[in-house]
């Protein structure tokens, strides 16, 4: 199965850059990363995927090492409706695999 | 809102009964998925529908759960005999036919939170 590794928690100030950092060490060549994020009670989000190169889009930005086996998310300004939990996942076949991702609690 | 729609929102049953969820996808998605979620922790991939072909089964599956996408546009998520351990939310997600193993952009809808007493 398709493994990711994530810090439990984090916090944020509003305002400053939330950096998300994840590890997949067993990704596969032509497999994607993907990140969602889930607000409480809600079904997961889509924010932003990435294969290769580094990615940016009007939520947020994706930088993804060389050797792809980790990547990190960036919300360059967070507010406080960014809190949420983050999950970064791959395909397993046509399953999304998701760990137990990250809260993210931004703060005044 | 992604397009996605689940009926019921909640459902609070009693053990042994069973319960029947709705999934409808976007409606040009081909592809359709469930998913189960327990408190703490992230979505768990259950069943895969291309059109309305199951082509994936997660061991998560037993035997008291079936699913169903006849006509392949909405599907069902049956639970037969209903535990207390299927307390969780019942996640619906679909992707596009242009969607393939590599990539695979889900869009997921609001889920389904069952609890069994």
């Known amino acids: 199965d398709a493994k990711t590794t994530q810090p439990p928690s984090m916090d944020c100030a509003e305002g400053r850059a939330a950096n998300l950092p994840c590890n997949h060490s067993?990704?596969?060549?032509?497999?994607?990363v993907y990140w969602y994020r889930q607000i409480h009670s809600q079904g997961p989000q889509y924010i932003i995927h990435?294969?290769?190169n580094n990615e940016t889009n009007e939520m947020a930005s994706l930088i993804i090492t060389e050797d792809r086996k980790s990547s990190t998310l960036i919300l360059p300004h967070a507010t406080l409706r960014d809190t949420a939990v983050y999950y970064c996942?791959?395909?397993?076949?046509?399953?999304?695999?998701f760990g137990k991702g990250t809260s993210l609690l931004v703060t005044p | 809102d992604t397009g996605v729609s689940q009926d019921p929102r909640h459902k609070i049953t009693k053990r042994g009964q069973n319960v029947t969820f709705r999934c409808d996808p976007i409606?040009?998605?081909?592809?359709l998925y469930w998913y189960r979620q327990t408190l703490g922790q992230g979505p768990e991939f259950l069943t895969y529908?291309?059109?309305?072909?199951?082509?994936?089964k997660s061991r998560l599956l037993s035997d008291r759960f079936s699913a169903e996408r006849p006509k392949g546009s909405f599907s069902t998520l049956e639970i037969q005999r209903t535990e207390q351990g299927d307390s969780a939310m019942y996640l619906c997600?679909?992707?596009?036919?242009?969607?393939?193993?590599?990539?695979?952009?889900?869009?997921f809808g609001p889920g389904t939170r069952l609890t069994v007493l």
């Open positions: 997600a679909s992707s596009s036919r242009t969607s393939g193993r590599a990539f695979n952009e889900q869009f």
């Open positions: 067993t990704i596969s060549g032509n497999e994607y």
């Open positions: 990435g294969l290769k």
């Open positions: 996942t791959y395909n397993s076949g046509y399953a999304l695999n």
């Open positions: 409606s040009e998605h081909n592809r």
């Open positions: 529908f291309q059109n309305e072909a199951q082509l994936e």
